[in-house]
């Protein structure tokens, strides 16, 4: 009986341990981690909600109330234009985010694609594509972004296009060397042998492996994005006032911080706590995903 009642607890226990399971065992000890999976719902909920709950509109001026410092009234005070600059960045929050995450999704999605190619045919596609990700890489990432936007012109649209374009060549590093590993696997070599299509090996196959390095790689990217939209528009290339973005608020602050540095100092620590979050998740997220990581 006692045996039965052995073989009956490891089944049990062999059924529980889920992929799932297994990363969520690993990923609840990253406190770091889980406190920034939280700041960063929150987040989320502010930029769904922000515009419809804030105390004032981000927009409307008053000029009875110019560069006033922080106060029961106005939590962040206000700026040159007597604007609430707490319900400026609740608003920004949604253009932040949503430049942050459509830019790396559309990085991700093409640098994906090139990656899987390259690595699973190799020979002359990965060296045009390989070449074409260094022409990318010798340029540094936020002087190759004023590049581009220099010739599409201002504007959060083209921001978006800058930060994916030089999201592309990393992702496709990313997935090209887990795909040169996976595709001398068993189990792919015995899928190629009984006749199955390129496209099915590499989208069915090969892709899921890599799904944890992309994972990982895409949630720091999107703070790295965010940081470097905000310093685009801080330099007059991204949104344009009076968006509430918290680059443009930023730049619009800089000539009033002996006077009244509230102006830049809240938007700087939303960009601030934002990109550290996003990237506390990432490490929490590598720490969950890797199976080389032991505990």
Not at 97 to 114: D, E, H, N, R, W
Not at 168 to 189: D, G
Not at 219 to 236: D, E, K, Q, V, Y
């Amino acid at each position: 009986m006692k045996e039965k009642e052995l073989n009956l607890n490891v089944e049990k226990s062999e059924k529980i341990r889920t992929p799932f399971s297994e990363f969520w065992r690993k990923f609840k000890k990253q406190r770091l981690a889980i406190v920034a999976a939280g700041v960063i719902c929150l987040l989320i909920i502010l930029a769904m909600i922000g515009p419809y709950v804030v105390p004032y509109d981000s927009d409307q001026p008053d000029y009875e109330n110019i560069l006033s410092k922080p106060s029961l009234k106005h939590l962040a005070g206000t700026d040159a234009f007597g604007r609430d600059i707490f319900s400026r960045i609740i608003v920004g929050t949604r253009i932040s985010l949503l430049v942050g995450v459509s830019s790396v999704s559309v990085g991700a999605i093409v640098g994906t694609i090139l990656g899987l190619i390259s690595g699973y045919y190799g020979g002359l596609i990965d060296s045009v594509i390989m070449r074409f990700c260094d022409v990318l890489f010798a340029f540094p990432g936020i002087l190759l972004a004023i590049g581009i936007i220099a010739i599409l012109g201002p504007g959060l649209g083209n921001v978006v296009i800058a930060v994916a374009v030089f999201s592309v060549p990393i992702f496709a590093r990313i997935v090209r060397s887990s795909t040169l590993s996976l595709k001398e696997t068993v189990y792919v070599e015995a899928t190629r042998s009984i006749g199955s299509k390129n496209s099915r090996i590499i989208f069915k196959h090969i892709f899921p492996g890599t799904a944890a390095s992309i994972i990982v790689y895409f949630t720091m990217r999107i703070g790295t994005s965010i940081l470097t939209a905000a310093s685009l528009s801080f330099i007059g290339l991204g949104a344009q006032p009076p968006t509430p973005e918290w680059g443009a608020m930023l730049s619009g602050g800089r000539d009033y911080l002996s006077i009244s540095p509230h102006v830049t100092f809240y938007p700087g620590l939303a960009i601030f706590i934002t990109v550290l979050a996003f990237n506390l998740l990432g490490d929490g997220l590598r720490d969950a995903l890797d199976p080389k990581i032991k505990d």
